[in-house]
């Protein structure tokens, strides 16, 4: 006796789950811009390495006979592939069957995902495409039943957090338990125009009665980027894909181990001429952070995160004589640098993503404090920014910092990393203290000025006094700065410490673990 017709029949019901949900639905899901799920695990992963894993399983019907009549495969795809020869986890849901609705998933396949990429200690790449895993009113009648909610598997998706890197893309209508999924993971995009997240869709919203709204008012690409929910957008699939690659090159594939050094053509000696003169004169006039750190880090190799919100802060990865390392910079363009509640809770998500990861952390400096005034005050902006400076106290990576220009205040402390030894530099253009001169002179030497014949005159003299005492030179003789250095010799100074903090580094759990 031979196994033939039960072979044929492995072939046929897989033809079959490759059909999705008809070509039809296929169709429709091309008209709104969308790629399909299997379409998408495809152009995202390594050519021809997807292993999927449950392709048999769906829903059947059957005859008298026992005969197979229909099939209609879960609408959760996932398995193992590889990105730039590494192995990961990657699922999806297919909208094509039920929108990606409950009803027609089998929970146990978004379990196993989830549970192997935990007990693999694989990165964990997530195509969120609807309801991921979320029920409907439906459910109730087909199950017979009402449930108290609860999320299967939940503890598994946070505990994968501390272990191995997790991608979620919001690629269409990405609600409820979906959206969970999305802001629940270390590096998020959701695709412009196409994409929206949201707690709860505009149905739901309009029966609460909380006004008729559309799913782009709801939960739009622009909503999400600026408020610290996701943390990229792109402008179709084939970019969300090519940055959620390109997140991971930086990255170890588990805490087991450090991220990969690349060979790096870029000298390390190389340096530009305009660092000497991109800082004004003039402490009120701004510059481009960003093209100093272009200038210092290997050639375009600046991967930013979050650019769309906490915007006085610049976050992102990057890598120096090809280390990979975790990178933030103040804006000056932006409150002139000043933190902000938002940059704050963006500044702890990014430190602990460094120290999960085993990425040395460099701060570039221009930092006039925390933003004043009545907005600040009401945003708790002093609450966030204590976290964000603990966050960076309890950093376990090697730090080092560049004071490019102002480090005031409780925030400019940020300087240096508590109970740490590390490497500081300051430019000549370095100035530092409690609160800039020029905003506290008038309150110091009230009664002094109050006295003056010619308040302006005295005022300016004072200024002048003062203004003799700031140079960076006077603390470096104290030692109260480490070493000032010429601006165009940064790269050369920060590659030799990313060498140092590089052989330093220890693969490992982080106490702290992440916070999403």
Known sequence: M????????????????????????????????????????????????????????????????GELQSFMPSNFVFGTAEIDGRPIIISGDDFTVRGGSADASISGKRLQAEGLANELRLPHIRLVDGMGGGGSVKTIEMSGRTYIPRVGGWETIISHLGIAPSVSLALGSVAGIGAARVATSHYSVIVKDTAQMMIAGPALVDWASLGEVSKEELGSSDIHTRNGAIDSEASSEEEAFTKARRFLSYLPTNIDEIPARLACEDPIERSESFLRKVIPKDPRKVYKMRSIIDAITDDQSFFEIGEKWGKSVITGLARLDGIPIALFAEDPMIYGGA?????????????????????????????PGFLIGKQSEETATIRFGSQALAALGQANVPFCSVIVRKAFGVAGAANTKPGSHHFRFAWPSGDWGSLPIEGGIEVAYKAELAEAENYDLHLAKIKERLNRLRSPFRSAEYFEIEQVINPEETRKNICHWANLAYKAIRPGPYSFTYRP
Do not use: M, N
Not at 44 to 52: G, L, M, N
Not at 341 to 367: E, G, N, Y
């Open 339 to 367: 933190w902000t509640s938002d940059s704050c809770r963006k500044l702890i998500r990014f430190c602990d993503l460094a120290s999960t990861f085993h990425l040395p952390i460099l701060h570039l400096v221009d930092c």
């Open 2 to 65: 031979s196994w033939d017709k039960e072979i044929d029949e492995i072939s046929r019901r897989e033809g079959l789950s490759e059909e999705l949900g008809g070509s039809e639905k296929v169709a429709r899901q091309h008209e709104f811009g969308k790629l399909t799920i299997r379409e998408r695990i495809d152009l995202i992963s390594d050519r021809k390495s997807f292993q999927e894993i449950g392709k048999l399983a769906g829903v059947s019907k059957y005859d008298d006979e």
